[in-house]
């Protein structure tokens, strides 16, 4: 079935630094992928998406470019701020006879300090 | 409201409880879904509703889980003879989505969740 793999956390990152959350999945069709986040006592939101190979995903400063070849889709940000501390999951939904069903991973979480 | 709404937040149930937890999707959203999160864990798919049909139900973990949305709008997930590994916080989660096309792959919107505690 279909699974995701993405790197462990907690992330500790200083403000301003470079982020990346790696993200692998294996999947038996063409899935369409995605980065939600959750933010603290909040619920989860989309935080970007891609539908197909080479496309980029962007938003709020993140991006994750959909690679088909090395079946990833790891979370970029040039200069994270304390805002952005929050948990991260990356997902995929094949959209097959069950609507959009998401496959999660384990989530990572990134803490940004000051 | 605007958003998905859960009810009740948080539960604590005694084990061998029955509890009911309820979902508001967004307003003409005709997918639903279920998603059961442990502590420290992703979402994991339970059950998928379009309108008032549950197409596909694969991911309730036992028969002790069951779901309905009889109106095509409100769901509820309850849960029998409640046990300890039951504890998680259960998502509902919304959206346009109604066909098995790409094209139609539109955004899930997420409820706060009910965060169960049996013990």
């Known amino acids: 079935g279909d699974s995701v793999t993405q790197m462990e956390g907690p992330v500790t990152l200083s403000e301003e630094a470079f982020l990346t959350i790696n993200c692998t999945y294996t999947?038996?069709?063409?899935?369409?992928l995605f980065w939600y986040v959750q933010y603290p006592g909040e619920g989860l939101q989309l935080l970007l998406k891609?539908?197909?190979?080479?496309d980029k995903g962007s938003n709020k400063g993140f991006e994750a470019t959909y690679r088909k070849e090395t079946t990833s889709f790891h979370l970029e940000k040039g200069s994270v701020q304390v805002s952005d501390s929050a948990v991260y999951f990356c997902?995929?939904?094949?959209?097959?006879?069950?609507?959009?069903?998401?496959?999660f991973g384990g989530g990572t979480r990134l803490m940004v300090k000051p | 409201g605007a958003g998905v709404s859960q009810s009740p937040r948080y539960k604590v149930a005694k084990r061998g409880q029955d509890v009911a937890l309820r979902c508001d999707p967004i307003?003409?959203?005709?997918?639903l879904f279920w998603y059961q999160q442990a502590l420290g864990q992703g979402p994991e798919f339970l059950t998928y509703?379009?309108?008032?049909?549950?197409?596909?139900k694969s991911g309730l973990p036992s028969d002790r889980f069951f779901a309905e949305r009889p109106e095509g709008s409100v769901s509820t997930l309850k849960i029998q003879r409640t046990q300890q590994e039951d504890s998680a916080v259960y998502l509902c989660?919304?959206?346009?989505?109604?066909?098995?096309?790409?094209?139609?792959?539109?955004?899930?919107?997420f409820g706060q969740g009910t965060r169960l505690t049996v013990v």
């Open positions: 307003s003409g959203h005709v997918s």
């Open positions: 509703f379009q309108n008032e049909a549950q197409l596909d």
């Open positions: 989660a919304s959206s346009l989505a109604r066909g098995a096309l790409q094209a139609e792959n539109t955004e899930a919107f």
């Open positions: 997902a995929l939904s094949e959209d097959v006879n069950a609507g959009n069903m998401l496959t």
């Open positions: 999947a038996t069709g063409y899935p369409s």
């Open positions: 891609a539908t197909k190979a080479d």
